[in-house]
T-cell receptor, first 118, second 115 residues
């Protein structure tokens, strides 16, 4: 079974600084997707960034970027120029690339609570 | 962008009653819908996967008779918590995939409180 581990229950960062959230995963598959989701106090799940395992290039979305190390099964999220609105729970998630209909479920890590200090 | 509407956002009920939560894909046909449960300050745990017109697939440990899932159309899935008890109090979130499932869209969640 696939597992996703986030070893940092809580993190804090000064506004405008950079922070990195860690995620490791375990899988025997070679093709899969990895995600970072943000859950603010509203509890709406928001996709932050997505990485396809077959792509060597790290995904970036504005201030958000990942460091994807496939051999090490590591997928960290870097937030640059942190803003107050970045404060939220961040979940790392894994999904098979494709396993037939009904098999697109995500496996989530336990989450990291990020606080942004003004 | 694709939108998934979940209703109600909050419900309080008495122990022993049943509660229905709706999940609708507003601008796309959802081939598959998922139901998650989230306890306070915890991660999302998959409860079941449903495909339109077929029976839901439940995760191990999830009671099928307690959590009834109906995926009657390509835009609507419902979760009914039957004979609710205080331990069923939780945050329930639905999500839906479009097409081959490259993207997953989440509803805004339902906070269930059973008194």
């Amino acid at each position: 079974a696939q597992t996703v581990t986030q070893s940092q229950p809580e993190m804090s960062v000064q506004e405008a600084e950079t922070v990195t959230l860690s995620c490791t995963y375990d899988t025997s598959e070679s093709d899969y997707y990895l995600f970072w989701y943000k859950q603010p106090p509203s509890r709406q799940m928001i996709l932050v960034i997505r990485q396809e395992a077959y792509k060597q290039q790290n995904a970036t979305e504005n201030r958000f970027s990942v460091n994807f190390q496939k051999a090490a099964k590591s997928f960290s999220l870097k937030i640059s120029d942190s803003q107050l609105g970045d404060a939220a729970m961040y979940f790392c998630a894994y999904r098979f690339s494709y396993s037939g209909a009904g098999s697109y479920q995500l496996t989530f890590g336990k989450g990291t609570k990020l606080s942004v200090i003004p | 962008g694709a939108v998934v509407s979940q209703h109600p956002s909050r419900v309080i009920c008495k122990s022993g009653t049943s509660v229905k939560i709706e999940c609708r894909s507003l601008d796309f046909q959802a081939t598959t819908m998922f139901w998650y449960r989230q306890f306070p300050k915890k991660s999302l745990m998959l409860m079941a996967t449903s495909n339109e017109g077929s029976k839901a697939t439940y995760e191990q440990g999830v009671e099928k008779d307690k959590f009834l899932i109906n995926h009657a159309s390509l835009t609507l899935s419902t979760l009914t918590v039957t004979s609710a008890h205080p331990e069923d109090s939780s945050f329930y979130i639905c999500s839906a995939t479009r097409g081959r499932g490259e993207k997953l869209f989440f509803g805004s969640g339902t906070q269930l409180s059973v008194l």
